[in-house]
């Protein structure tokens, strides 16, 4: 398993001006390679000419680098800052699987409960298919089902309840637990059974549950709170013209455990420590264990452009990715909205992670990625 097999608990120590600067805030042995990403990640977005982004790199407890890039909107005053919020759009799943996960540690659910004891109406074309799909399914991307299911709908704003009717029509096309199938619309049936066994709406829950108890003082899901967020980054789409602003649109924040989350740098730093195991009363190791383990293989990712060429083995947990990278274990996810790209990923073994955030669709940031986790681990060797 590609876990540590113990973990230094610590409480989060920064001040709110430590979280707000971009100097080191302690000696590190990668100091050097978050001096070099911070470079490369300032050098690449001018050179791209990507409108705005933000970065921060944790170790244990602490941040040793968040940097952050350009403006909120192009061509506007307004700079990106710590506080500036982004849409998460698929690293969203992180906080769906793990809030699930913490309903199974209290014996609240079971990942071998059927979704339809959660959600009578979803049916398959054959209706004992859906009987055999179970949350661990939904959350760990092995329903069977055809990848990215009615995302055409959400794309075109139908309305939820008509697209789950839908899946009448489908017959899967392996057994539920055999073959990877990435979903948002199916994924997303994770938030009956957590609203039903928690008594919230998810909304609700992830305060509760996430955000209050780690300060993400600026962390919010769905369209209104993101609409109503003063300092927030605009989208922008690359065009043969370079990079244009859009408007952000309502259709896929439907489905808020798979892409609702919108959060800062900051609020970033704060859930990427949580994921260290350094504040487990908020995130139990066995959490973070749950969701980190290995699922179903997904032999698609180790043909990843800029990442292929490090990658050698790839599955799914539950709504993270793990990874075997360079030889070495890493827990990842990425997530693209129309307008934004986000990153997270961290090493458990070294105790170190990284979040990228920009709002501008842009390629490099799977490129500064890969070259920063090459070097983290090209050091170790």
């Given at each position: 398993?590609?876990?540590k097999s113990?973990?230094?608990?610590?409480?989060?120590?920064?001040?709110?001006?430590?979280?707000?600067?971009?100097?080191?805030?302690?000696?590190?042995?990668?100091?050097?390679?978050?001096?070099?990403?911070?470079?490369?990640?300032?050098?690449q977005?001018?050179?791209?000419k990507?409108?705005?982004?933000?970065?921060?790199?944790?170790?244990?407890d602490?941040?040793l680098?968040?940097?952050?890039?350009?403006k909120?909107?192009?061509?506007?005053?307004?700079?990106?800052?710590?506080?500036?919020?982004?849409?998460?759009?698929?690293v969203s799943?992180t906080?769906?699987?793990?809030?699930?996960?913490m309903l199974v540690q209290e014996?609240?659910?079971?990942?071998?409960?059927?979704?339809?004891a959660y959600?009578?109406?979803f049916?398959?074309?054959?209706p004992?298919?859906?009987?055999?799909?179970?949350?661990?399914?939904?959350?760990?991307?092995?329903?069977?089902?055809?990848?990215?299911?009615?995302?055409?709908?959400?794309?075109?704003?139908?309305?939820?309840?008509?697209?789950?009717?839908?899946?009448?029509?489908?017959?899967?096309?392996?057994k539920p637990?055999?073959c990877y199938?990435?979903?948002?619309?199916?994924?997303?049936?994770?938030?009956?059974?957590?609203e039903?066994?928690?008594?919230?709406?998810?909304?609700?829950y992830?305060?509760?549950r996430?955000?209050?108890p780690?300060?993400?003082?600026?962390a919010?899901?769905?369209?209104e709170?993101?609409?109503?967020e003063?300092?927030r980054?605009?989208?922008?789409?690359?065009?043969?013209?370079?990079?244009?602003k859009v408007?952000?649109?309502?259709?896929?924040?439907?489905?808020?455990?798979?892409?609702?989350?919108?959060?800062?740098?900051?609020?970033?730093?704060?859930?990427l420590i949580?994921?260290?195991?350094?504040?487990?009363a908020?995130?139990?190791?066995?959490?973070?264990?749950?969701?980190?383990?290995p699922?179903v293989?997904?032999?698609?990712?180790?043909?990843?452009?800029?990442?292929?060429?490090?990658?050698?083995?790839?599955?799914?947990?539950?709504g993270?990715r793990?990874?075997?990278?360079d030889?070495?274990?890493?827990?990842y996810?990425?997530g693209?909205?129309?307008?934004?790209v986000?990153?997270?990923?961290?090493?458990?073994?070294?105790?170190?992670?990284m979040?990228?955030?920009?709002?501008?669709?842009?390629r490099?940031?799977?490129?500064?990625?890969?070259?920063?986790w090459?070097?983290?681990?090209k050091?170790?060797?």
């Amino acid at each position: 398993m590609f876990l540590k097999s113990a973990f230094f608990f610590g409480t989060i120590s920064l001040s709110l001006s430590a979280l707000l600067n971009t100097q080191q805030v302690q000696a590190s042995q990668f100091d050097t390679v978050s001096d070099k990403f911070k470079q490369s990640f300032h050098s690449q977005l001018k050179k791209r000419k990507v409108p705005g982004g933000a970065f921060v790199i944790v170790e244990g407890d602490k941040i040793l680098k968040l940097s952050y890039y350009g403006k909120r909107s192009k061509g506007g005053s307004l700079n990106v800052n710590a506080n500036t919020v982004f849409r998460l759009a698929s690293v969203s799943k992180t906080f769906a699987g793990s809030l699930a996960s913490m309903l199974v540690q209290e014996n609240k659910l079971d990942w071998k409960q059927s979704i339809n004891a959660y959600l009578p109406s979803f049916s398959l074309a054959d209706p004992n298919g859906s009987k055999q799909i179970n949350l661990g399914h939904i959350i760990g991307q092995s329903t069977g089902l055809m990848p990215n299911s009615y995302d055409n709908l959400v794309n075109a704003d139908v309305n939820i309840e008509k697209i789950i009717s839908k899946f009448s029509e489908l017959t899967p096309m392996c057994k539920p637990g055999v073959c990877y199938s990435y979903q948002n619309v199916a994924f997303s049936f994770i938030e009956s059974a957590i609203e039903q066994k928690s008594g919230q709406t998810y909304e609700s829950y992830i305060n509760e549950r996430i955000f209050r108890p780690l300060n993400m003082n600026n962390a919010s899901v769905g369209f209104e709170a993101f609409k109503q967020e003063s300092n927030r980054a605009e989208p922008h789409v690359k065009t043969k013209s370079g990079f244009k602003k859009v408007k952000v649109k309502a259709n896929y924040y439907k489905l808020a455990p798979a892409v609702g989350v919108n959060a800062s740098i900051t609020d970033m730093s704060k859930w990427l420590i949580a994921n260290l195991g350094e504040r487990p009363a908020v995130l139990s190791p066995a959490v973070i264990a749950d969701v980190t383990t290995p699922g179903v293989k997904t032999t698609k990712e180790l043909r990843r452009r800029d990442w292929k060429v490090y990658l050698d083995d790839a599955h799914y947990g539950k709504g993270w990715r793990v990874y075997e990278f360079d030889g070495r274990p890493l827990i990842y996810h990425a997530g693209w909205v129309a307008g934004y790209v986000a990153e997270i990923s961290y090493s458990p073994e070294l105790n170190i992670g990284m979040v990228m955030l920009l709002n501008g669709e842009s390629r490099v940031i799977a490129k500064l990625s890969a070259t920063f986790w090459h070097d983290v681990f090209k050091q170790q060797k």
